[in-house]
């Protein structure tokens, strides 16, 4: 078997798993290094985090992809890398839309829908501080309540924390509920030189997803 159809599979590594098995690794409850995150185990949560609500709705869980997979990294990297937010990518006619992205790496869906999020990485209440560390020579932002730095989220609960904004939007429930839909693939892709801008830390995310009937 190739490198491709290992990967297409489902059955190497994480995405082998049940969500169940998943999510009880241990690795799942580390807090996510901004500077460095471990992307191949944030991009499995966030498919797993997804198929868990399927799961937990009834529906049949998604079959992972590695081609949606390629498209849904490439998009999320591109508007981390280009600086905007959109289904649009206005730096590349042959990736315009979702549709363009997906069938430049594989023409086999007849349908495809596409989620995008752009979420926090810190673990805020609404509001919060910021404050400049001239000594550590980065922003830090601030719990006032409680006085205390605010930390990022582990895999886990970010992962189930990304899924939940789309479950409460409509038009993203309704494709991450939609049966028609089989196949997923999911990427995020954080904000570069976190700490280095009044802004929190973000994450870009994208799901991109495939029926073939």
């Known amino acids: 078997m190739d ?5 297409n599979s489902g059955k ?3 995405y082998g798993m049940t969500d169940e098995d998943f999510f009880a690794l241990p690795k799942l409850q580390q ?4 500077n460095a995150p471990d992307t191949l185990l944030l991009d499995a949560a966030i498919f797993q985090a997804t198929n868990e609500a399927r799961r937990k709705n009834g529906i049949p869980i998604f ?3 590695f081609s949606l997979y390629l498209s849904s990294s490439n998009h999320a990297r591109s508007m981390i890398v280009n600086n905007f937010y959109n289904h649009r990518n206005p730096y590349s006619g042959f990736e315009r839309t979702a ?3 997906i069938e430049l790496i594989t023409k086999r869906f007849r349908r495809t829908a596409e989620n995008i999020g752009q979420y926090q990485t810190l673990v805020t209440k609404q509001w919060f501080g910021v404050h400049w560390n001239s000594g550590l020579r980065h922003y830090e932002f601030l719990d006032m309540d409680e006085n205390t730095i605010c930390q990022p989220y582990t895999y886990a609960d970010y992962a189930h924390y990304c899924v939940r904004q789309w479950m409460e939007s409509t038009p993203h429930r309704a494709n991450l509920l939609n049966t028609h839909y089989t196949y997923l693939g999911c990427a995020a892709r954080l904000s570069g030189s976190p700490y280095q801008e009044r802004r929190a830390p973000y994450a870009r995310l994208v799901q991109n997803f495939g029926g073939e009937k």
């Open 3 to 7: 490198v491709y159809a290992l990967l």
């Open 12 to 14: 190497l590594g994480y």
């Open 31 to 34: 807090i996510i290094p901004l």
């Open 63 to 65: 079959t992972y992809d």
């Open 99 to 101: 549709d363009k992205r």
